[in-house]
């Protein structure tokens, strides 16, 4: 039996929940915003995430740099995929894993 109310409350919750996807798409694809030409944001902290291999390390780690020294190098696979802890992104396992499924 077709009913209308549940009907538009489907409705409704299908749009929020496409909202909702969109959104945290949105913000993963930020995430390589942080991650290239952030050596500045990379020197006003001292802890930064790979999204890459995962891993946290100091700032201090970073020795390889790209892009005219520009963007930094993850310390532990080398990859260009270093997120400063001061961009919005949290840099703990559950997020960097998130980032990782997206991007590779
Ligand atoms: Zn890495």
Redesign the pocket.
Known sequence: MFNPKSNSLFSALLFIYGAVVINLEMEIKQASKYSIYNMSELEKTNKAG??????TFDTSEISETTDDGKTAM??????D??LPDSSPFKIDKKTLTELNNYWF
């Open positions: 790979c999204y890459h291999c995962k891993s993850c310390p532990k696979c080398g990859i995929s270093v």
